[in-house]
């Protein structure tokens, strides 16, 4: 049973006390403070790469909440390029990773076994490698063997820490001139837009006011399935499926037009027998009508169609630069999904399946 007025009962640290223990909430009201220390990381230049070596790709190899900031990257370079970025998700490099790429591991905590097995593989492929974590053997390994290295600061949940994951990657390709945009404007344009984001969907501004509490909400009960209308925001659509799992410890499912278009959207038929609760939200961009029209109409249809067995919500990106309209959509998700935990009353930093299953790996050595 939704218990009523819980949004509106949490406004301060000590009310939100008991839903909230670890204080996840106070980690992503301090995101945008976050994301500017993390513009403003020192990088550690290694004197082991050679920075004479020309890249021609770059890999950016970790796992959950360290991998997703590899995600935003490759989609600035796809915006801004001129070289491609892979994420890597998986103990192994692929094969062709060579002295001419850059692999970038990201672990936040700089222990992760699949992060740490594939920088093995970089190393062997003398591949030119930079790490971003807050500490662990990473940390060791970097400082070790010379490699580039960001340290950003440790002790939360590396899900709340994507700020510290992922800008240090982008001044990092900055600095090795690997993108062809300036980021100073959009970097403040994205600040002023999370701390306006704060502002309006914070703790204390009442449900019907604040949309993120409002959406929670609706979404209670319901199984979250979520769009992106196209491109990058397939990226975000799975960090909100991802932060539903973590932090509010339920089923969700993500996927991007237009490839949905040519299956997943067949599932609607029968959908509602298999689970009766399904609830659909859209990410969409302001921009996207200019960019694609066509994307427009999809989304329309595919909405007109969902509609019959389904709910669907849409949130729309904010800002001008595409940086800025990323982070509006992942921050977001970040408020949804911690006040979507406190109405199921789950801890939202709790990670004990994850804990347990590391656990039982370590025991086999
Ligand atoms: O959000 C989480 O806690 C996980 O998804 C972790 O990010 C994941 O297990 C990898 O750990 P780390 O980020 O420390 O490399």
């Keep these: 049973m939704l218990e009523e007025n819980v949004l509106d009962s949490i406004a301060s640290a000590e009310q939100r006390a008991s839903r909230d223990p670890h204080g996840m909430l106070d980690l992503v009201l301090k995101f945008p403070a976050q994301c500017r220390e993390a513009a403003n990381i020192t990088w550690h230049y290694g004197v082991g790469a050679s920075e004479a070596v020309e890249i021609?790709?770059?890999?950016?190899t970790g796992l959950g909440g360290s991998a997703i900031g590899g995600d935003f990257l490759r989609c600035l370079a796809d915006e801004y390029g001129p070289i491609p970025v892979l994420v890597n998700r998986d103990y192994h490099l692929p094969h062709w990773v060579n002295r001419n790429t850059l692999v970038i591991a990201a672990s936040y905590s700089g222990n992760t076994e699949e992060t740490l097995q594939a920088i093995r593989d970089a190393s062997r492929a003398e591949a030119q490698i930079a790490v971003v974590t807050s500490g662990g053997k990473l940390a060791?390994?970097?400082?070790?063997?010379?490699?580039?290295?960001a340290l950003v600061p440790g002790g939360q949940p590396p899900r709340s820490a994507t700020g510290y994951m992922f800008f240090p990657q982008l001044t990092y390709l900055a600095h090795r001139s690997l993108l062809r945009h300036q980021f100073e404007h959009d970097i403040e344009e994205t600040?002023?837009?999370?701390?306006?984001?704060a502002k309006r969907l914070g703790p204390?501004?009442?449900?019907?006011?604040?949309?993120?509490k409002q959406l929670a909400r609706a979404l209670y009960g319901k199984i979250p399935v979520i769009y992106g209308s196209q491109g990058y925001r397939g990226v975000v659509a799975y960090r909100w499926k991802s932060q539903f799992n973590e932090n509010t410890k339920i089923a969700a499912f993500s996927n991007v037009l237009p490839e949905q278009n040519h299956n997943e959207i067949l599932a609607w038929v029968?959908?509602?027998?298999?689970a009766p609760n399904w609830a659909v939200i859209f990410l969409r961009d302001p921009n996207e009508r200019f960019e694609n029209p066509r994307i427009v109409r999809r989304v329309e249809v595919t909405t007109e169609l969902i509609r019959r067995v389904a709910p669907v919500y849409e949130v729309l990106a904010?800002?001008?630069?595409l940086l800025a309209r990323l982070f509006s959509l992942v921050y977001i998700a970040d408020f949804v999904s911690v006040y979507l935990a406190y109405l199921y009353g789950?801890?939202?930093?709790?990670?004990?399946?994850i804990d347990y299953l590391k656990a039982e790996l370590a025991k086999l050595g």
């Design 346 to 353: 789950v801890c939202p930093t709790d990670i004990s399946y």
């Design 140 to 149: 060791d390994i970097a400082k070790q063997a010379s490699y580039a290295y």
């Design 318 to 321: 904010e800002g001008e630069s």
């Design 56 to 60: 021609r790709r770059i890999v950016v």
């Design 204 to 212: 204390d501004v009442p449900t019907d006011q604040n949309p993120a």
């Design 191 to 197: 600040l002023s837009i999370l701390e306006s984001l």
């Design 270 to 274: 029968q959908a509602q027998k298999q």
